[in-house]
């Protein structure tokens, strides 16, 4: 399958559906809407193909862990992950070196990782030493995000002695 292919049938099949119901007499109003729909976009942008880099790698959570910026239980809950060098960062500014940070970068990016580790840690640490109740709140702006987050999460809590 030839998506540009697709694409160029696509539009001529929609400009000749078009051209069935529209019917100029005056010549010159038909060559400037012919115009419009072969070089000024009238009925159709061109699509945008955008090639993003994938963000640069960074420790295996495992080696998180063995520096101390992680509960050993993190490698149970997040098995195998390798997380992006932002998110690398965030751990080591929050976990490490017990700051606030503002994490600034574009959707799909991962931003949640950057709070949501270092939460689950100090939660599997409280949880640890015998703390109970609450440890942690989150607030996202909007319910959908909060939901779809929360779904996430409560499948990676799962068997690991925490719940939310």
């Not at 051209?19 to 038909?30: L, R, Y």
């Amino acid at each position: 399958m030839d998506p540009f292919k697709i694409y160029k049938a696509v539009k001529e099949q929609y400009k000749s559906y078009i051209q069935t119901f529209q019917v100029f007499k005056n010549a010159e109003i038909k060559a400037f809407v012919e115009d419009g729909i072969n070089k000024r976009k009238m009925l159709w942008q061109e699509p945008v193909i955008q090639i993003s880099k994938r963000f640069k790698a960074g420790e295996p959570i495992a080696n998180l862990i063995s520096k101390g910026w992680l509960h050993k239980d993190c490698a149970k809950v997040y098995p195998g992950f390798i997380p992006y060098a932002h998110q690398q960062k965030a751990i080591e500014v929050v976990a490490k070196n017990q700051q606030n940070l503002v994490v600034t970068t574009g959707t799909g990016s991962g931003k949640s990782i950057c709070f949501e580790l270092p939460i689950v840690s100090h939660c599997l640490r409280q949880a640890e030493k015998g703390a109970k109740g609450i440890k942690a709140i989150i607030i996202y702006p909007m319910n959908a995000l909060a939901n779809t987050q929360y779904e996430e999460l409560a499948r990676k809590l799962n068997d690991s002695g925490l719940t939310i």
